[in-house]
Each structure stands twice: as structure tokens, then as C-alpha cells.
């Protein structure tokens, strides 16, 4: 039970730090983009929970590490854990710039385990993206709160009405930040 359902807590938690498309043409949100997934590379971690549906109440944790994505282009490249009481899952997901949009997949997309993202927009230091597997829908909204925090919701769609069903606060995981030496 608990894998199945870290599997599903981490691909939100992950695609909520990966995840924006732009709505606006590419040569005005490339920049603007490329400045939000800058400002999200790094280290986070940080509690999370169900609010809604079989598992509400369900508390768990996620590592995550945000870095540019392997060919250069705009986007990011995430991978980390979360974690329900002993049952940890190893998390992942690229996301890049596709046209006037971005593309991506959390694990190995919706054909395998994860889910597909395939629409969003950048707002400042705001995203939504929507995520989409077989029939579920749904949407993503993280939102910074300074240089080190972000709050996390993700909803479903349940007929005409969007359903909060996750929240999750990210703190930058400042620990893991590599300091220079000191020399005496």
C-alpha cells in the first residue's frame, strides 16, 4: 500500500518543484522562465501532506534536488526521495521546453508508474502546471515564499470542481550547501 502511494505523493512533490510551461510566445518567457527554474536548482526538503480522499491525514517527507537539465535547455532535471514512516521511494522527472511550452515526465511518465505534465504557465515566482495519467487531471500550484520556501498544493478534477488532495512546504535545505574552506 505504501509504496504505490509514495510513488504517487513523490511524482506531485516532485512536479510541483519541477514543472512550468510558458503560455506567453518562447522568446519573451524563455528568460523569465529560465530565471524561475534557476531560482528552484538546489536542495529541498520538507513535509508534506494528504488532505483529501482514502489516505487523508497520511503525513510523509521529500529530499529533492533540483539541477539544470542534461542538454541545456530550459527547464530542470529533479531526482531525491519521499518518505512514509519506513518506506522511502526514489523520486525523478526532466522537464523542458517544448515550442511555446514545456513537457515532461515524472518517473517514467503516464504510460509507466508516473504522470505526464502537459500544460502550465510561470507567473512570477508562481507555477501551475497541469498533470495528466489515464483519467485523472489535475494541476499543480507552487508558489516561493522568499529565496527558501515554497509552498506546494496539488489538486485533481472531479467533475467540474478542482479538488486540493496534497500539500507540501519546502524549506532550501541549506545544510547541504558546500562552503568553502577556511584557511589558518
Do not use: H
Not at 42 to 70: D, H, N
Not at 107 to 122: F, N, Q, R, T, W
Not at 128 to 143: C, D, E, P, Q, T
Amino acid at each position: 500500500m505504501y509504496p504505490r502511494l509514495l510513488s504517487l505523493i513523490g511524482g506531485l512533490a516532485v512536479l510541483t518543484v519541477a514543472a512550468t510551461s510558458a503560455m506567453a510566445p518562447q522568446a519573451e518567457a524563455a528568460p523569465r522562465d529560465k530565471v524561475f527554474f534557476q531560482s528552484v536548482a538546489g536542495a529541498w526538503k520538507g513535509p508534506g501532506e494528504i488532505v483529501a480522499g482514502k489516505y487523508k491525514g497520511t503525513k510523509f517527507s521529500c529530499s529533492l534536488t533540483g539541477a539544470p537539465t542534461p542538454d541545456g535547455d530550459v527547464g530542470i532535471k529533479l531526482d531525491g526521495t519521499c518518505r512514509v514512516g519506513v518506506f522511502q521511494q526514489p523520486m525523478s522527472a526532466v522537464i523542458t521546453q517544448s515550442g511555446r511550452g514545456y513537457t515532461g515526465k515524472f518517473l517514467d511518465g503516464a504510460e509507466g508508474k508516473g504522470l505526464d505534465i502537459i500544460s502550465g504557465s510561470v507567473n512570477g515566482d508562481k507555477v501551475v502546471m497541469g498533470i495528466n495519467r489515464a483519467k485523472l487531471n489535475g494541476a499543480m500550484v507552487a508558489s516561493l515564499r522568499g529565496e527558501n520556501k515554497m509552498n506546494i498544493t496539488i489538486s485533481v478534477k472531479v467533475e467540474d470542481q478542482m479538488i486540493p488532495v496534497i500539500g507540501l512546504s519546502l524549506d532550501r535545505d541549506l545544510d547541504s550547501i558546500a562552503v568553502g574552506s577556511i584557511n589558518q
